[in-house]
Structure formats: structure tokens, C-alpha cells
């Protein structure tokens, strides 16, 4: 069984404005079009069973939209494999009451993104959420790291990772790309003292960039993207080499490590070669690429 942790898809009548934007402040070039049933051609395809999709509210308003989104997809795509986690802004006071709505409605995680909601990862009011989150079985994914789109900004750094973790010691917490995307060496020496659940999302797949924008990206009729005019380079210098990869992963357990392919951002077949090509055994591969997200998700 393949479980995919980590991927992200847009309502059909905003996605192209949505995938535009992140176009635009990243300069990455998405693989496959950004739609829940673009998603599932995609599993299809690379012999996905599950995906989890992970939206971002990045401004308390979208709420109420963005989570009853997330139930209505559970909703229709259950068949496909397809699970929708919600999520909560910072600035969402009424998180507690969200929160159990969630879980009614069959919910099971919630992400967080510090960077795209403007919110360092330790403020008290993302503790407060993770707190209760905890207290009602939920699932915690979060970014980790740097974001392609806005570098330097330090909102998930490991220090900061670390005051979460003291405060309200989360069970169930994932912090994306490989615990926190551009920190490498000093994730590597916090899971000499930390417990860190992980998915390799954006780490060890290869990157597409654009570096003109000559005519708009189209997409083919089997789903994957027609770069037409768009020049692209692949730009793999802030990913993990395979060694400090296999070192992460057996620092932090093979156990506490989920497959995450970001799409749109990558290919899901190719994020799961990745992992498979990069010097774990077959067991450890097993586990990164669907037994530890069944006992979470299934």
C-alpha cells in the first residue's frame, strides 16, 4: 500500500488563479494539474492508494470555506482514496468549537503552514490549537522549515519546532519536509534529542523551475503539464543529498517517517522512486511509504 502525506489541490474555478500566484513567488512549475480529480488521475497513474490533501486557511475568514471543502471532498472522493484534512488560522478564536466540529464531521488532521498565515511556528496562539488538537486525537501537520517562495523567513525553524514540542508535547504532530525544508544539519542534530514525525515532501525530489514565462503552462490530456514556451531548469540545491537522507531517516526511526510527494509540485511516481533509490532497506521503505501513515489515516 502507497500512502501519499502530503499533496494540495485547489477548487476547479480558482485553481489556475491559485496555481498563478504560488507560481509567481516560488517560480516552481507544477506537474499535474492542481484539482482534486487531477490528483486522482494521478494515483491512478502511479499506483497511489491514498493521498492526504492538506489546505491552508491563510486568513481567519476562509474558515468556514476551506473546512467544509474538506468535508464535502471526504465526502465525494472516499472511493478514490482521496482524504481532506482541514485547517485553522492563528487568529481563529474559536478553535476549540472548530475543532470538535471537525471531528463530527469525520476530520482527522489539520495543517499548518507558519510562513503563508504569518504566524512564527511557537506563538501561543498555534499552542493553544495544538494543545487541543491533541486533547481530541487529531492529526498536526505542519511546514517545516524555509518556503521556497519566501526566503529567509524563519517561521518553522528547529528552535522553533523545539518550544512547540517542549509546551505541548503532540503525539501526532508531522512537521513537513523532512522536518524542516533548508535546516538539514540542524535537524539532524535535533533528532539526536528530539522525537520528530517527518514526511520527505520537497526533500529528495527533484525540483522544476521556470526561468521565463514566454506562454502560459497547459495541461495534456493524460494530466501531466506541458511546459510549451516556458523555459525550466531543475534546481536541486537546497535538497538532501541520499546519505544525509538515510541518516534522517534512521535518526528518526524509519517508523516516524511518511512518503509526501507535495503535488502538484512533483510527480507522485517520482517521489516515490526517490525514496525507493535512496539506499534504505526494503523494510524501511515499506514502512516511509504506507504502513505508518495506515495506522495513522486507516
Avoid at 491514498?50 to 470555506?65: F, G, R
Avoid at 495544538?130 to 524555509?146: F, T
Avoid at 523545539?162 to 503532540?170: E, F, L, R, S
Amino acid at each position: 500500500m502507497i500512502i501519499d502525506f502530503h499533496t494540495h489541490t485547489f477548487p476547479e474555478k480558482i485553481e489556475e488563479k491559485a496555481i498563478s500566484i504560488l507560481c509567481g513567488n516560488s517560480g516552481l512549475v507544477p506537474y499535474i494539474k492542481g484539482t482534486v480529480a487531477g490528483l486522482a488521475e494521478s494515483m491512478r497513474q502511479s499506483g497511489v492508494d491514498y493521498s492526504v490533501i492538506l489546505p491552508i486557511v491563510t486568513n481567519p475568514a476562509q474558515l468556514d470555506t476551506i473546512n467544509s471543502t474538506a468535508i464535502t471532498i471526504n465526502e465525494l472522493y472516499a472511493d478514490k482514496g482521496i482524504i481532506s484534512f482541514g485547517s485553522i488560522h492563528p487568529d481563529n478564536h474559536n478553535y476549540s468549537d472548530v475543532i470538535k466540529s471537525l471531528v463530527r464531521n469525520g476530520i482527522k488532521g489539520i495543517k499548518f503552514h507558519p510562513v503563508y498565515q504569518e504566524v512564527p511556528f511557537d506563538d501561543i496562539r498555534y499552542k493553544r490549537i495544538i494543545s487541543c488538537a491533541c486533547d481530541n486525537d487529531l492529526i498536526i501537520q505542519v511546514h517545516g522549515g524555509y518556503d521556497v517562495g519566501f526566503p529567509g523567513v524563519d517561521f518553522a525553524s528547529p528552535s522553533r519546532i523545539k518550544n512547540v514540542i517542549n509546551d505541548t508535547k503532540p503525539e501526532k504532530m508531522i512537521m513537513a519536509h523532512m522536518g524542516a525544508w533548508g535546516y538539514w544539519d540542524e535537524i539532524e542534530e535535533m533528532l539526536n534529542e528530539y522525537k520528530l514525525l517527518m514526511d520527505t515532501s520537497f526533500s529528495i525530489t527533484k525540483v522544476r523551475k521556470q526561468i521565463n514565462e514566454k506562454n502560459m503552462t497547459t495541461i495534456t490530456n493524460d494530466n501531466t503539464m506541458k511546459i510549451g514556451g516556458i523555459d525550466t531548469v531543475e534546481d536541486n540545491s537546497c535538497l538532501l543529498s541520499n546519505e544525509q537522507f538515510v541518516r534522517l531517516v534512521r535518526l528518526a526511526g524509519a517508523q516516524n517517517v511518511f512518503y509526501g510527494s507535495d503535488s502538484p509540485w512533483s510527480m507522485q511516481s517520482e517521489a516515490i522512486d526517490a525514496v525507493k533509490q535512496s539506499g534504505l532497506d526494503d523494510s524501511e521503505i515499506k514502512l516511509i511509504l504506507g504502513e505508518n501513515a495506515a495506522k495513522l489515516l486507516l
